[in-house]
């Protein structure tokens, strides 16, 4: 195979092997490249303590154990270590035991689960709440238990794979609009005038850390009597004056019919949330599959997030710190004249343009330079729009973000003029 | 002349897999000019068109070169390059 590197993991999905359970003969060729091995290795470092902003991993590339600044891990205000939380859940555990031991609806469903959805839906300000044990379960399974064969899902193309499952799930006719693109949306919703119609947009995408056009996606939707899907997974307990999420920061949140959140991120726990009408939670309830037929949430994992949503939610102070922070990290970052797109959340990306193996030497230099900043490769992101991406937390201190800024200069900055 | 026997080849399969996986359009309404984006189809619906056609035709394109591709006539000539 020439220009193995060229290759990616979009090249390799089909399988004519015969044996199902044996990869194709191409793809294990390509693993053995020595530049594709190098690739793989930043994936599973394992990590040897919390997720906090300093810990420590092993680098698989070289197999040496190195004390890090994290920049990779979703603890945006950094509860999943906060004693009040780490209280909470060891006190749980201890009155509960390990597991839920059964599916909500017939068994997994304790007290504490109760309590976690009610708050959860009067902080989002809905009636109801549903929780799924994990946050893909849960955008896959709100949009398998609501849309049916013949449905149209219209998506923004830079939408989750977990919205993108739930509407294969669902046999749904999906369409993708151009990113924030209002002319491409309406066309779709012109040419699908009539059909039971969902549009799907997230809070934060995940890999631009950009905002949706809320307040004109929500005018359109109306006008063509569309329901709105909002994927609040990287803007929820940070956007809006009480932490609400975009729907907040931009005013319309009373005219989202349904929301999603998680208890990965901000919540430091894991599982995912659905927030929306009480008759729409009660059906989705009833042909969700994952959250029919998966395992409830762990008791104190459950124990934990419920603490973790008081903190975050009982004044502004994390929120405070960490825009304070973005604004800081990212004054910095435009002094060294990066491309960081139109970001304008805790997530923030480098985008180094379109060379893989630029990527991946700046990659593997940054990691050994002591700082966790892990790079996004194509097909996850564009092939001419390759990046690292930073997630930026309350817990950072100043003197942290100008030690590793040290580092992206060094390696990333300096890196892109030669 | 080979060559351009060969993308005409090429481009019928190409239209053969658009009318099997894009619902509503016949093979004489496809213009090459045009991206499959034009007739309705959605991300998902490209990448089965393109892997379909490539494991037909036996070829393998990298993904990452098929980004700035704008329409089918251009897949189809990056088909010609890398056929075996």
Redesign the interface.
């Known amino acids: 195979m020439d ?1 193995t590197m ?3 993991l ?2 390799f ?2 399988n ?1 092997n015969p044996d199902v359970l044996s990869p194709p003969a ?1 793809f294990e060729q390509w693993l053995e490249h020595p530049g594709v091995k190098a690739a793989f290795s930043l994936f599973e470092q394992q990590m040897l303590s919390a997720p906090v902003v300093r810990t420590e991993v092993i680098n698989n590339f070289d197999h040496k154990r190195r004390k890090v600044i994290n920049l990779t891990s979703y603890n945006y205000l950094g509860l999943c270590t906060h004693p009040e939380v780490i209280a909470a859940a060891k006190a749980a555990l201890d009155k509960y035991g390990l597991g839920a031991s059964g599916a909500a609806l017939l068994s997994g469903t304790f007290d504490l689960h109760v309590e976690l959805a009610s708050k959860l839906a009067a902080f989002k300000e809905k009636e109801a709440c549903v929780l799924y044990s994990g946050g893909l379960a849960a955008n896959m399974g709100a949009i398998q238990g609501l849309l049916r064969k013949g449905d149209v899902l219209i998506m923004d ?1 830079k939408c989750h794979k977990s919205l ?1 499952d739930g509407g ?1 799930l669902a046999q749904a006719r ?3 609009f151009a990113h924030n693109d209002m002319d491409s949306l309406v066309m779709m919703l012109e ?1 699908n005038k009539g059909a039971r119609t969902m549009v799907a947009v997230e809070g934060v995408y995940s890999m631009d850390g950009d905002l949706p056009k809320l307040v004109e996606i929500v005018e359109i939707c109306e006008r063509y009597h569309a329901a709105i899907y909002l994927d609040e997974a990287h803007s929820s307990f940070m956007f809006g004056k009480n932490g609400r999420g975009v729907g907040e920061h931009f005013g319309v949140e009373d005219r989202i019919g349904i929301v999603f959140g998680t208890m990965s991120k901000v919540l430091g726990g894991v599982g995912g949330f659905v927030c929306s009408r009480a008759s729409t939670i009660r059906y989705l309830k009833c042909y969700s599959s994952p959250f029919q037929f998966s395992c409830a949430l762990p008791p104190a994992i459950v124990a934990g997030v419920l603490k973790a949503l008081e903190i975050a939610t009982r004044d502004s102070t994390l929120r405070d710190k960490l825009w304070e922070n973005v604004a800081y990290f990212r004054e910095k970052l435009l002094g060294m004249n990066l491309n960081l797109g139109d970001s304008a959340s805790q997530v923030i990306p480098i985008i180094i343009g379109s060379s ?1 193996e630029k990527l991946l030497s700046m990659a593997i230099e940054i990691q050994k330079r002591g700082l966790f900043l892990q790079p996004v490769d ?2 996850a992101v ?3 729009a390759r990046r690292f991406r930073l997630s930026v937390s309350s817990a950072l201190t100043k003197q942290d973000i100008d030690e590793a800024c040290n580092i992206i200069h060094d390696v990333i900055a300096v890196g892109l003029k030669n | 002349m080979d060559q351009v026997q060969d993308k005409a080849r090429i481009i019928e399969v190409i239209k053969e897999n658009i009318i099997k996986n894009i619902d509503g359009v016949n093979k004489t309404d496809i213009d090459t000019s045009k991206s499959m984006k034009d007739y ?1 189809a ?3 619906d490209i ?1 089965e068109v393109v ?1 379909c056609s490539m ?1 037909e035709l036996n070829l ?1 394109v ?4 098929l ?2 591709i704008k329409n089918i006539d251009e897949l189809a000539e990056k088909f010609v390059q890398y056929q075996k």
Do not use: V, W
Request: hydrophobic share 25%.
């Open positions: 220009n060229a290759y990616s979009a090249d999905n089909y004519d191409d193309e993108i294969t999906m369409l993708f040419k893989g194509f097909p564009p092939a001419n | 309705g959605n991300s998902l990448i892997s494991r393998k990298p993904r990452s070169e980004t700035d």
